[in-house]
């Protein structure tokens, strides 16, 4: 069933390069990272998600990419020819990119709303009102919202249509230096405030004692996201790949790319808050509200000028995640379904645009709600605080077991004296320590859902997020045993790993 790669994938390096840092560069970066490093203790927060980088997510990259890269085909046909018994994770591998882009890209179109308004000098910058109610109204409100989204979701769309190279690539290409260039100018206007090094004492100077337990899961579950692990992105991003590219260093270039701008989004955000006396725990409501306060602090031109290119920054950021996470169900749809790119990739934008709106009303209408709490919080909760980690440390086992230390060397393309020793290393890590780090995640994401943490107080609500998750992962375990039941009853394992 594993074919051979076909020529349809990344036709350079350097694309593809672009491509998956751009799959890793995202809301995460721009958006969670700076929150939970306020919320973690500043510094100290960095130093752990730094190591978790190297010993967890570099690790897992590799691990993905060499799965991806020999199969050459979707992510549901990779780990069917792992072994007939582990196409449950590609079924899931599917999905929960799926869901994950049903809520994204509403962010996305939030983000659009911020840059027009910077440009026209309207709404949040129209220096009337407060910036942190206007928020909370737009997000309430049931028309813009969805507009917003459309646009967003529509210029993602377009780009997955015209396939890998012609769309991905190419895209990536020019978004990925066009935000490196927003972010850079944003980080030299924050540096020249008043008071800046207050930032950077905060984001570089670690206070060791704010560190406790729940700081060290928190950074291990932001480097799955942040650089897109555990979702059938990298898998199918590697399946694209040319046998010429290197996974070992292209997994560390991404790995060292995704964590420099996460830095660089701080150095942006931090001094800037701190220069106007705001506070850097402000959690989520740190990029929509704190921001939007700081550029109004600037003044109205300068703020405006400022306002725009941030979001601008924030908006390409969302494009390339989002194009990479849809790409994943569309392959699958192509290869499997024989159906046209240009088709698939519109149903399912179109799918993913209606559910999306129903999570973008969902802040102001109660009908959409549940127990009282927003879809994209349930989104967010059932994807990343369950079936995420469950996913992740299932693909590290799989591949930790299944790849043969000379394919692996080869793959990485490492020397014959250190070929021994890498193997070692990154089998103890991707067997041993990633798994159980994840399974922490896991562990602490359930305890989050059950103590209110999640956002969900009622009995119910906990339930809706944990019986959602535990559904999926059954359908997907039952459409395995069917599957092998159908069609695959001799089916060997095909993959060579
Ligand atoms: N890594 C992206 C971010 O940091 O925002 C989020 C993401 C993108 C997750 C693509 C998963 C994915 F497949």
């Known amino acids: 069933m594993i074919k051979q790669k076909q020529n349809k994938g990344f036709t350079s390096k350097f694309g593809f390069l672009m491509a998956t840092v751009g799959s890793a560069v995202g809301l995460g970066n721009l958006w969670s990272f700076p929150y939970r490093v306020g919320e973690g203790g500043g510094a100290a927060f960095v130093f752990i998600y730094i190591i978790m980088v190297c010993l967890v997510g570099v690790i897992a990259m590799i691990g993905e990419f060499v799965i991806g890269k020999r199969s050459g085909v979707n992510v549901i046909d990779t780990f069917g020819g792992i072994s007939k018994w582990s196409k449950w994770l590609g079924y899931l591998g599917v999905i929960v990119p799926f869901l994950i882009l049903c809520y994204y890209q509403v962010i996305g179109g939030w983000s659009i709303k911020y840059m027009v308004d910077y440009i026209g000098g309207i709404g949040v910058a129209s220096g009337e009102g407060n910036v942190g109610s206007m928020f909370g109204t737009f997000t309430q409100s049931v028309d813009m919202p969805v507009v917003y989204l459309f646009v967003f979701a529509f210029v993602v769309a377009i780009i997955v249509l015209f396939g890998v190279n012609k769309g991905i690539e190419k895209a990536s290409k020019i978004l990925m230096p066009a935000l490196f260039v927003c972010l850079i ?9 008043p008071n800046a090094s207050e930032g950077l004492l905060f984001l570089f100077k670690p206070d060791f004692s704010k560190v406790k337990g729940p700081t060290i899961l928190s950074a291990l579950g932001q480097v799955f996201f942040s650089m897109s692990l555990g979702m059938g992105i990298n898998v199918a991003y590697g399946s694209y790949m040319k046998d010429s590219m290197n996974i070992g260093k292209s997994s560390v270039l991404i790995g060292v790319m ?3 701008i996460a830095m660089l989004a701080g150095m942006a955000i931090f001094p800037a808050v701190f220069s106007f006396g705001l506070e850097p ?6 990029l929509f509200v704190v921001l939007a306060e700081v550029f109004a602090s600037m003044g109205a031109i300068v703020g405006r000028i400022f306002g725009a290119i941030f979001f601008m920054l924030v908006i390409l950021a969302a494009i390339t995640s989002s194009i990479a996470l849809l790409e994943v169900p569309v392959q699958f749809i192509v290869e499997r379904f024989h159906i046209n790119r240009k088709l698939a990739s519109m149903c399912v934008a179109g799918i993913v645009f209606g559910i999306g709106a129903f ?19 349930l989104f967010d909760s059932i994807t990343n605080k369950i079936i995420l980690p469950i996913t992740a440390a299932s693909t590290c086992l799989l591949v930790g077991y299944k790849v043969k230390p000379k394919n692996l060397m080869n793959d990485l393309g490492a020397d014959k004296k250190n070929k021994v020793i890498i193997y070692k290393i990154w089998g103890f890590l991707i067997r041993y320590v990633t798994p159980i780090g994840i399974l922490c995640v896991l562990g602490i994401g359930i305890y989050e859902i059950f103590s209110g943490e999640a956002g969900f107080t009622t009995i119910e609500g906990k339930l809706a997020i944990i019986l959602t998750a535990i559904v999926l992962v059954v359908f997907s375990i039952i459409a395995n045993v069917i599957a092998n039941y159908l069609y695959d009853k001799k089916q060997k394992n095909s993959l060579q790993l």
């Not at 100018?185 to 405030?193: A, Y």
């Open 185 to 193: 100018i944003v980080v030299i206007k924050s540096l020249t405030l």
């Open 258 to 260: 995704d964590t420099v």
């Open 281 to 286: 725990t402000a959690g989520p409501g740190l």
């Open 359 to 377: 999570i973008a009303m969902s802040f102001g209408v109660k009908a959409f709600q549940v127990e009282g709490v927003d879809l994209l919080t």
